[in-house]
DNA sequence: GCCAATATTTAGGTACTCCTAAATTTCGTT
DNA sequence: AACGAAATTTAGGAGTACCTAAATATTGGC
């Protein structure tokens, strides 16, 4: 037994294992519509094989539904679950952030072990700590504790046309060094952006940031989304 | 795979489960000399024979030192680790007690399970949030940073003779409902309390605490360590 | 000094989560 | 329509941490 966290009021626990799976099944299905097999052991870093024998254990228990094959969708079950672990995790964040002045860099990964042992009672306390924010530091909107949650589609960086103007919004926040490195580029969210240039064939971005000029590669903008302004 | 938490810096990362049983062995080890299989298995509330397996593992990885059928004596690295666990878990008791209002009978249990997730990162930034308190909710020593932590030798309430004086120094904390009812007695660390009488034959003592009359068990008066007082 | 009660260990199993290697299925392209 | 590449699944294992039942060692009482 390895499971985790406290029973609070409802339903059953689930190991961390498999919150994880159901977070990243999340997020794929989202932008994918559907989590293939594949996508998700690159996600979780782990062998595709690995995957097939969890997604059978996780359709058994009603919390997706997997068309041989065909790939992954969750059950309204199996969001509730993984949007309560999104919401630990992006509370914890910002309460790391936030109550704790821990560095922005870092409080993914303390996030990532903390979000499968903190209860829910702990979690509401937090929020309630540091105001009810709507998103965590890097912008990813907060679920509520009725697990609704505000999914805007964004464009990136990189859908930007020359010329125009935008305002970042959200990074992507499982890379430390990454997040570090956008920091001193001052991309932060709130940020205003106008796309100056874009070298053809996948080269660099040329962007105006606070009145500095910044390059950035495709792979780098792909992370920073934006709303469009104006 | 189940590890835990963060590298922070040294040595090599335990599972919750090695953690646990370290914790507990230390603490046996403390009060008996030498911890026992059977002890052991009680307080973790599992089969003693799932303790023989896990001992001659913790024992091959040095962290503790094996006589058959004679008990277990943490070795100075099973130590620091039971050490630096326990520490994990004062810290965090004190910091949801002290920063976030967590009423003092739940916060063992999560910290029961946070503790084997927060990084030494974190547990230091709690631990100065709250001006790094001596002692837990319930009045158990905090070990330091570098694992040195000051055992006093405590009577319990039982220990006092009629007439004697004493202050409350501290509670076990593993058991909700008795914190509830410790709390309710106004038998709380720091309380003075004298012993009026004690009947005979495993009977309940009389106590005066604030003024008031109190009549408690001898297996509730086991519990409450207190100091003598003049 | 022996014997029974108690403590401990060994033997054999289960569940979870991961792995590699070897099928198998699907799909885009020719 | 068929073929080969890519995706997926099955087969067979390993490590952790627990279990029950059975064997074995120790110890206190007589």
Chains 1, 2 share one sequence.
Not at 144 to 158: F, K, V
Request: charged share 30%; aromatic share 4%; hydrophobic share 40%.
């Amino acid at each position: 037994m390895t499971a985790g966290r406290a029973g609070m009021g409802v339903g059953p626990e689930y190991t961390a294992p498999v919150e994880d799976y159901l977070k990243v099944i999340y997020d794929i299905e989202r932008q994918a519509g559907a989590a293939a097999t594949n996508d998700i052991a690159q996600r979780l870093a782990i062998a595709p094989a690995s995957v097939s024998g969890m997604v059978r254990r996780l359709a058994d228990q009603g919390l997706l539904e997997h068309e041989r094959y065909r790939g992954v969708r969750l059950t309204d079950m199996g969001r509730r679950v993984a949007l309560r672990t999104i919401r630990r995790h992006r509370v914890i964040e910002a309460y790391l952030t936030l109550a704790l002045g821990y560095p922005w860099d870092l409080v993914h990964d303390e996030a990532e072990r903390l979000e499968h042992a903190a209860s829910d009672e702990l979690i509401d306390r937090m929020a309630a700590a540091i105001g009810e924010p709507a998103t965590d530091p890097h912008g990813a909107p907060i679920p509520t504790r009725e697990g609704e949650i505000e999914e805007r589609t964004l464009l990136s960086l990189a859908d930007l046309a020359p010329g125009e103007r935008g305002r970042v919004v959200r990074v992507s926040d499982d890379d430390a060094e990454r997040l570090r490195y956008l920091a001193e580029l001052e991309l932060l969210p709130g940020t205003e952006v106008s796309l100056l240039a874009r070298a053809p064939y996948g080269g660099p971005l040329t962007l105006s940031v606070r009145g500095g000029e910044r390059l950035v590669g495709p792979a780098l903008a792909a992370v920073v989304l934006v709303e469009r302004e104006e």
